[in-house]
Each structure stands twice: as structure tokens, then as C-alpha cells.
């Protein structure tokens, strides 16, 4: 449009407004300026080569002539402002500015002060420029309507030898016998039972005769049984009898696919966490509900069956829940005991083998955790069970929650490279995510105190040990001795509550692991919640702060609600490109908003928000 044209529609030649647009010649004549990119109109006057520059302190207001624009032809900025106006002189009167030296108060173009600072040019990047947010909201698995559950076909059987009384255990019974009487101790062996790795001989004692007598003679009746090991119950819980614990001649493999065969295990529904871990010594097959533990440690030596447990575990889960109502999360930073279990459709996430990256995904738990109980507070729901009993009466307009079992096997590698975010994230799980249908299993070769420290252990209720090196790991794992007197090969105790219960494993091999996992590959998909590389992302970020002053500075501005580099050299006594530098990251983890020309960066978040990003970083 023309001038004349202008004049015609607006009454004025400056003006073409079109819905609250001003042209771009109109605003270069008024502000010198080609565009006004950023909301808030009363940023100063960017500097303008063509006029003579003129330094001042403060900038007075714009002078411009008053014109009789209807007030609704303004754009929505200039609405209600006042403006100074001289009718006398004609044209415009515009005050351009050099920039002023750094630091000095000037007041912007409509009488507002804003602090100055350092023109920001693009700052150097630390980490990818990609912003990651870990948090994703769960998504529950599409589920697949004809999902089959894979058949205990699947598994092999063994048949046992139903020979109760061999000949090397009648031999054991008289050996026990002669010891006792050639140490003066009044007692027989009352009976044996003979389980698939060891036979327990119950010893009846004569009144008054004390329990430690027996005690005592371990390595007197070790040394007559010619035993590798052996294990003293004084007395056998629920009993009246002390039980000595032989090693089998001849050792029997529990077979996995025996234990899961019961209904007990297979039409026990109300139980969807309860796994099979073996036989006990008077042939009982031993399950137990991860949802009762809630969270379990397993230990023990390299090659004493940690492994074989932790599948069977998972295969047990496997057998009996689909992807849409029990999701895992596995970690293996020895990168060859759960990588077979990749592209399962369970898994939240890849098997993760980076201990950086595991600690991120353990404090995506700890999000998920929180999110469920907002979710439980606002349903009126007690526990996950409850959620989800609503949701299936259609009480809640939600998706059904999946339980959520994690799975660590080596926790000494997590702990060597980032123990205090692991120790931290597996402290706030197991305080409380029960309830919430979180389940943890943590598995290591190392049972010593800075791999099982002291808030880990006490929050752990389940302890599974197998054969250790010595009584100390024994005491670190179980609180007692025993599991130094283990056989190795499966051979485990159990403690739930006070006494732990001895066990041999269930045995199940790689061929029928990854047949298992073959039968649900084949019919669907992983959807994996949580990408490795947005979980690579969040560690490099974190890598980048090398920053001490991080957090301080962090704190400082958002308590002053206000972020410029100058601000942050003055209050802590540091250079430019380091001010900057912590700038940049505080925009990188969402504290601040980006670099806005001159002006100051906004502060995004407030105290509480601020604190719950230090504590993911652990800062
Ligand atoms: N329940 C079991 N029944 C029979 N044999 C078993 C059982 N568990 C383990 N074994 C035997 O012991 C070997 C070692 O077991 P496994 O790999 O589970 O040990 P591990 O404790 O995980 O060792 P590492 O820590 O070195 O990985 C197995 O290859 C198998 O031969």
C-alpha cells in the first residue's frame, strides 16, 4: 500500500494495520528496526549504524508525534500505552543509542528499566543439542488379543531315582551314629531325608543333652563322612531335632520345567509374580511371590548358580504374564546373562548394559513410581491391585498399570562406575514401591559391604544366597553363616524371615531359555517405553557437568528468579565463558529459557521443581 492509500484507510501514513500487523517500513521508520521478533515490545532499541550514535547513561523516552489512530487499529503491544507526544514538531524524534558499557541501568524505549548484559552469542555446545526428557508418560502395550502364553512343552522333565535309602546314605547314618557315640553324646539319628543334592540327618537327643554338643563336633562328623561340606541346623526349626546336612554322593538336577508343572504354580492366578525356584530337602517345590518379597538380593560366587536363578525367575514370570500386564526392565553390565532376552515384548527398554545408563533408567523408576501414586491419590485407590480392580469395573477412565519387575545382575559393576545415583534410586524403589506394583531383583558375585551397602541391604527384605567364599560374605548376605557351607550348582538358602531355608535350584537350560523366548518373539513386537538413546542422552548431559558451582548457581537463580551471566560472575566471583558456560547447561536441563538477544534468561522452574532435577543428577 502507498502512503496516499494509507491516509485514505487509516487516516495516517505510518500505519497499514492489518490485523495488528505493522509493515516492516513503517516499524524501520519509527524503531530502526526490520522486525520485532520477540514478545515483549519494550526491549531496547537495537542499535542502529545509520543514525550517529550517542552515549547516555539513561534513554529517555521515544518521542513521536501524536496521532489520531482509533485506538483499535494499534497493534495489541502498543494498546494503552502511553506515549509522549510533541503536535508542534512534525516527523519523528527518535533517541538511537549505542550500546552502553556493561552492567549500566538504562531505561528501555517506554520508560521500563531492564538490565543490560553481555550480548550472548551462540554458546558452546557440551552435550548434542537435542533436549531429552526422560520422563515419558507409560504407555500401556497395545495388547496382542491373541497372545498365547508360551506351553510348558517348551521345558524339559526329568525323572528322579525313587531310591530313598541308597547304600552310601544307610553308610552316612551309621558314621553320624559312631561319632555321636564316640564323642559321649546321647542322641541317634532319627530319620533322613534325602533331597536332590544333599540328605539331612535328624538327630533325636537325649533329654538334657545340649544342642551345642552337636555343634561342636562339625568337623569331627565331617572328617568321619569324608564331606566336602557340611551344615549344622541346631535345631531344625519346628522340630525336635538337630539336623546335619550331608552332601549327596550322587546329586539330582531339579528340572525346571518339573517345578513349574503344578498347579500350585500354573493355577495359582491370584499370584501373577509368584516364580519357581526349586526343591527343598524334603521334596517340597519351593515358590516364592516377588510380590510378597518385594525386593530380593541374590549372591554368591562365580559359578554357584545366580544365574540359573535369575532365569528361571524370568522364565517363570514368562509363563504366566503377558507383555501388557508385566513389563521389565534388565541390566547386564556383564553383557551375556539377559541379552537373550532382547526384543522381548515385556521389556520397558533394551537390556541395558551401560551402568551409566542404568542408573538414568533406575531414576526412571523412581518417576514412574511417584506418577502412580499421584495417579492412586487421585483415584481413591489403596495399591496397584485396587487401581486396577476400578479400572476393570470402569470406575477410573484409565488404562490398566503393568507390574514392573527390574532385574540387576552384577550390581558391583553399577556401583563401581555411578553408586551414588544407583544406591540412591534402589533406596527410594524399595522404601516404597510396593504398592505400587515395583519389584526389584538385585543379583552379585561381590557380597562384600561397599557393594551391599547398608541402605541397600536394609531395604531388601528377600535374601537368596548361594555358595560364598567365606562366613563374612555369608554374614553380609544372610546376617549369618550357612552359605559358605553351600555345595555351588544351584545349592541355596533362602531366607524370607527369620531362618533361612535350603534349597537346590531349579535347573533350566540356555536351550529351553531361548525357546521360551523364541515362542513370544514370534508373535509380537517389542514397544519399547524408554529409547537407549534418549537414556545416552541424559548421561552425556550429565557427563557435562563438570561444574561444582552448578547446583549453587542453580539455586541462586532461581531463588532470585533471575538469570544473567553478569548476575552470576558477580555473586560468585567467576569468569565470563564460565558464567556462561553453567548458563548454558541450566538451559540444557529446562532451569532457564534460551539466551534472548540482550536480555536476561528467564527462569523456568520454581525451588521444588529445581531440587527434584539436582536429586536425579545427584547433586
Ligand atoms: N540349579 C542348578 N542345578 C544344576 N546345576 C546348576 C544349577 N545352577 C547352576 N548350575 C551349574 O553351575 C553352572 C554355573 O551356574 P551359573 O552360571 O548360574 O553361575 P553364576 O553364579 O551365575 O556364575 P557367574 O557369577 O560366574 O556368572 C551352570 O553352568 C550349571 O552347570
Request: proline residues 6%; hydrophobic residues 35%; contains cysteine.
Amino acid at each position: 500500500m502507498d502512503d496516499d492509500a494509507n491516509i485514505q484507510k487509516t487516516g495516517n501514513k505510518y500505519y497499514e494495520f492489518k490485523d495488528g500487523i505493522i509493515s516492516k517500513e513503517t516499524r524501520k521508520q519509527i524503531f530502526g528496526i526490520d522486525s520485532y521478533k520477540h514478545k515483549n515490545q519494550d526491549a531496547p532499541v537495537k542499535e542502529d549504524v545509520a543514525f550517529e550514535p550517542k552515549i547516555e547513561e539513561e534513554i529517555q523516552p521515544i518521542k513521536m508525534n501524536h496521532v489520531e489512530t482509533p485506538e483499535n487499529t494499534l497493534p495489541p503491544w502498543m494498546r494503552g500505552k502511553h506515549i509522549e507526544t510533541t503536535p508542534e514538531i512534525g516527523g519523528l524524534d527518535v533517541d538511537t543509542f549505542k550500546r552502553p558499557s556493561k552492567g549500566i541501568q538504562i531505561k528501555a524505549n517506554f520508560g521500563e528499566e531492564i538490565s543490560e548484559d553481555y550480548p550472548e552469542q551462540a554458546p558452546p555446545k557440551y552435550v548434542e543439542p537435542k533436549k531429552t526428557e526422560v520422563r515419558q508418560a507409560f504407555r500401556a502395550h497395545t495388547p496382542t488379543s491373541n497372545y498365547q502364553l508360551p506351553p510348558l512343552t517348551l521345558l524339559k522333565k526329568v525323572e528322579r531315582s525313587a531310591d530313598d535309602k541308597p547304600e552310601w546314605l544307610v553308610e552316612q547314618v551309621e558314621r553320624i551314629n559312631q561319632t555321636l557315640i564316640d564323642h559321649a553324646v546321647e542322641g541317634e539319628v532319627a530319620q533322613s531325608k534325602k533331597g536332590p543334592t544333599v540328605t539331612r540327618h535328624e538327630i533325636s537327643l537325649e533329654p538334657g543333652v545340649p544342642v551345642k554338643r552337636i555343634t561342636s563336633l562339625q568337623d569331627n562328623l565331617m572328617m568321619n563322612l569324608a564331606a566336602k561340606t557340611l551344615r549344622i541346623e541346631a535345631p531344625i526349626p519346628g522340630k525336635p531335632f538337630v539336623g546335619i546336612e550331608v552332601p549327596n554322593k550322587i546329586a539330582d538336577i531339579v528340572s525346571f520345567g518339573n517345578v513349574v508343572d503344578t498347579d500350585e504354580f500354573l493355577e495359582d492366578h491370584k499370584h501373577p509374580l509368584k516364580v519357581a525356584l526349586g526343591e527343598d530337602i524334603d521334596g517340597t517345590n519351593i515358590y516364592v511371590d516377588i510380590a510378597k518379597m518385594p525386593h530380593g538380593l541374590i549372591a554368591g560366587g562365580t559359578g554357584s548358580g545366580k544365574s540359573v536363578c535369575v532365569n528361571s525367575i524370568l522364565i517363570s514370570l514368562l509363563l504366566k504374564n503377558r507383555p501388557e500386564d508385566l513389563k521389565l526392565i534388565l541390566i547386564d553390565p556383564k553383557m551375556v546373562e539377559l541379552t537373550p532376552y532382547n526384543d522381548l515384548p515385556h521389556l520397558i527398554t533394551p537390556v541395558i548394559t551401560d551402568p551409566k545408563m542404568a542408573a538414568t533408567a533406575l531414576n526412571w523408576v523412581v518417576d514412574e513410581m511417584e506418577d502412580r501414586y499421584k495417579k492412586f491419590a487421585g483415584t481413591r485407590s489403596r495399591d496397584i491391585g485396587s487401581f486396577n480392580e476400578n479400572v476393570k469395573k470402569g470406575f477410573i477412565d484409565e488404562q490398566k498399570m503393568p507390574l514392573i519387575l527390574i532385574v540387576i545382575d552384577e550390581l558391583a559393576d553399577l556401583m563401581m562406575v555411578a553408586a551414588h545415583d544407583v544406591e540412591n534410586a534402589i533406596q527410594r524403589i524399595t522404601q516404597k514401591a510396593r504398592a505400587a506394583g515395583i519389584h526389584l531383583l538385585v543379583a552379585t558375585q561381590r557380597p562384600t559391604v561397599d557393594v551391599i551397602r547398608g541402605t541397600i541391604k536394609s531395604n531388601i527384605p528377600t535374601r537368596i544366597a548361594f555358595r560364598v567364599a567365606s562366613f563374612t560374605d555369608s554374614t553380609t548376605i544372610l546376617d549369618g553363616a550357612g552359605a559358605e557351607q553351600l555345595l555351588g550348582r544351584g545349592d541355596m538358602l533362602l531366607k524370607e524371615a527369620e531362618r533361612p531355608i535350603r534349597l537346590q535350584g531349579a535347573y533350566i537350560s540356555n536351550n529351553e531359555i531361548d525357546a521360551v523366548i523364541d515362542f513370544i518373539r514370534q508373535q509380537t513386537t517389542p514397544q519399547y517405553i524408554l529409547k537407549h538413546e534418549d537414556l545416552r542422552h541424559i548421561v552425556q548431559a550429565k557427563d557435562t557437568i563438570d561444574d561444582d558451582l552448578f547446583a549453587q548457581v542453580a539455586e541462586y537463580v532461581v531463588s532470585e528468579n533471575s538469570c544473567s551471566i553478569n548476575g552470576i560472575q558477580k555473586e560468585y566471583n567467576i569468569g565470563f565463558n564460565r558464567a556462561q558456560k553453567i548458563a548454558t547447561l541450566l538451559e540444557q536441563y529446562g532451569i532457564v529459557s534460551p539466551a534472548q538477544g540482550t536480555k536476561a534468561r528467564e527462569v523456568l522452574i520454581d525451588m521444588l521443581s529445581l531440587r527434584e532435577i539436582l536429586e536425579k543428577l545427584g547433586l
